[in-house]
């Protein structure tokens, strides 16, 4: 795989993202332009690529948040930086807070005893098509808005290519999703200024290219499993249909079947194998 020497690595390179969130002051200015209502006390705790759901249940699905925060109040925030709409946000969103929460409850707690937790993702898109550049979701009453359901918990979609704010930094926090110039002086164009120091050094370069890699292999072996599993389907319904069929059906009627009532994909050869072995 070839590189462009001059690519430039932007705010939502996995490893830019993971560094320059492990910056205190950088992470509370981001956590605070997401959240401007809240006031984000002084970050106490960081956690980058924390794997979760493997603890208790070998069994369960792991789940790697990108960046794990914990306040000095206590509150935890996850913050997901979201390049490619796979079109699961919604699941997405649900499994990671369940996760959140199953970690952060131990057995015997109280229910009362769960932090305060903010679910944030930052997508590099408009995963519903609205436009809005912050999306924030909580629990209420389907007839009266006015009745929460109060579980202390709330997500944030933040879509980079939204708009409809005057928020000088959720609009900075935008510029550093899209690469853009920040003019003004503040924390934001330090966090570009470290962007492209880190651009400019070898080493980082290296390891953004490496992150790059991981994460088009990651995705080409998830979009392989997901043939795979459509495969092994596309089986099982075959061998249903061949069930269905009498029982003194040869494999070759059953093939012929098959081929004019159904659209798998297998071969003939396969198709006859797992007839054969009925």
Known sequence: M????????????????????QNKRFCKAIIQ???????????ENIDAQKELGTKSDKRSKPVRLDIAVKDQAGNLYDLEM??????????????????????????GEPYTSL???????????DPFGKGKLRYSF??????????????????????????????VDLLNLQKLMNDDKIEVA?????????????NDDPKRRNLMRTAELRMKEETAVAEKRGREEGREEEQKNTVKVFKAL????TV???????????QVSLSDEEIKAILKEQ
């Open 2 to 21: 070839s590189y462009h020497d001059d690519k430039f690595y932007g705010f939502t390179n996995d490893e830019i993202f993971g560094s320059i969130m």
């Open 33 to 43: 332009a997401v959240l401007p209502d809240v006031n984000v006390v002084s970050v």
């Open 82 to 107: 979201q390049v490619n709409n796979n079109h699961d946000i919604g699941p997405r969103m649900r499994y990671y807070q369940s996760s959140m929460d199953r970690d952060t409850l131990d057995r």
């Open 115 to 125: 932090a305060r937790t903010y679910l944030i993702f930052l997508c590099a898109f």
């Open 138 to 167: 909580h629990l209420y009453d389907d007839e009266d808005k006015n009745i929460q359901l109060k579980n202390n918990a709330e997500n944030i979609i933040i879509n980079s290519k939204g708009r409809g704010t005057n928020d």
């Open 186 to 198: 503040g924390v934001f164009k330090e966090i570009q200024n470290k962007i492209q120091e880190y």
């Open 246 to 249: 009498q029982s003194n059906v």
């Open 252 to 262: 070759s009627e059953g093939l012929a079947w098959i081929r004019a009532n159904t």
